[in-house]
C-alpha cells in the first residue's frame, strides 16, 4: 500500500472546525483515500472515503485535491468526543486472485486534542 | 444491529501458556480480519478471512498463532505458547460484501493480552 504521511498531533477549541491534513504523493489512480478514527480504549472507528471528489456525511468531510496527492478530512465543529487518533489510508481497489483485498494499512495517525 | 463483539476485554497469562481470543463479526459479513497492536506500535494486519477460507495471512508473525474460522461466523485466534511480545491489543474487524471495492470495516473493541 501506498505511504501517507500526517502530522503526529492537532489541537482544536470545542465547536471550533478541524482541517486534518495528509499527503500520499504516491497514490495510484486506484487507490481510495480513506480516514479511520480511533478513541480511547476503543476499536478503529470508519469515519469517510473517497476517490477524486469531495465527500461528506454525517461525521465528516473529505476534501481531495485535484492532482490526488494529498486530502483534508475535515470536522465541522469539534466536540470532546472527536478527540482521537486519526488515520489515513491508502486503500487498493480489489484484484482478482489478490491477496491484498481489504487489508488496511495504518501509520501512527494524527492524535487530535480537543480543548473545552 | 449488534457491532463487532469480542471476548474476552482482558486476558492475563503467563508466559507458555495458551490463550484464545475470540470474535463475532456481524452477522452477515463475509469478511472478517485480525490486527493487532503491540507496545505502542502501529495498528498491524495479521490475516484475513472470507468465509471460513483464509484469504491472506501474510502477517502472521509466526506458527504459535493459530487462526480459524468454523463455519465462516466467529473466529478464535489462539496463542500457544504465549511469549511476552505477544503482549498487546487484538482487534478484529468485519465487512459486508466480498467484492463491494471499499465496503468499510466495523472493528471491535480488542482483546488487551498481557503475558508476564
Known amino acids: 500500500d501506498a505511504k501517507t504521511t500526517q502530522p503526529n498531533s492537532m489541537e482544536s477549541n470545542e465547536e471550533e472546525p478541524v482541517h486534518l491534513p495528509c499527503n500520499h504523493s504516491t497514490i495510484s489512480g486506484t487507490d481510495y483515500i480513506h480516514w479511520y478514527r480511533q478513541l480511547p480504549s476503543q476499536g478503529p472507528e470508519y469515519v469517510i472515503h473517497g476517490l477524486t471528489s469531495n465527500v461528506n456525511n454525517r461525521m465528516a468531510s473529505l476534501a481531495i485535491a485535484e492532482d490526488r496527492k494529498s486530502s483534508t478530512l475535515i470536522l465541522h465543529r469539534a466536540t470532546l468526543r472527536d478527540a482521537a487518533v486519526y488515520y489515513c489510508?491508502?486503500?487498493?481497489?480489489?484484484?482478482?486472485?489478490?491477496?491484498?483485498?481489504?487489508?488496511?494499512?495504518f501509520g501512527q495517525g494524527t492524535i487530535l486534542t480537543v480543548h473545552p | 444491529e449488534a457491532g463487532v463483539t469480542q471476548f474476552p476485554s482482558h486476558s492475563v497469562i503467563e508466559k507458555g501458556q495458551t490463550v484464545t481470543l475470540r470474535c463475532d463479526p456481524i452477522s452477515g459479513h463475509d469478511n472478517l480480519y485480525w490486527y493487532r497492536r503491540v507496545m505502542g506500535k502501529e495498528i498491524k494486519f495479521l490475516l484475513h478471512f472470507v468465509k471460513e477460507s483464509k484469504q491472506d495471512e501474510s502477517g502472521m508473525p509466526n506458527n504459535r498463532f493459530l487462526a480459524e474460522r468454523t463455519g465462516g461466523t466467529y473466529s478464535t485466534l489462539k496463542v500457544q505458547p504465549a511469549e511476552l511480545e505477544d503482549s498487546g491489543v487484538y482487534f478484529c474487524a468485519s465487512s459486508q460484501v466480498v467484492s463491494a471495492r471499499n465496503s468499510p470495516l466495523h472493528f471491535g473493541n480488542g482483546t488487551r493480552l498481557t503475558v508476564t
Open positions: 489510508i491508502l486503500r487498493d481497489r480489489p484484484r482478482a486472485g489478490g491477496t491484498s483485498y481489504g487489508k488496511l494499512t
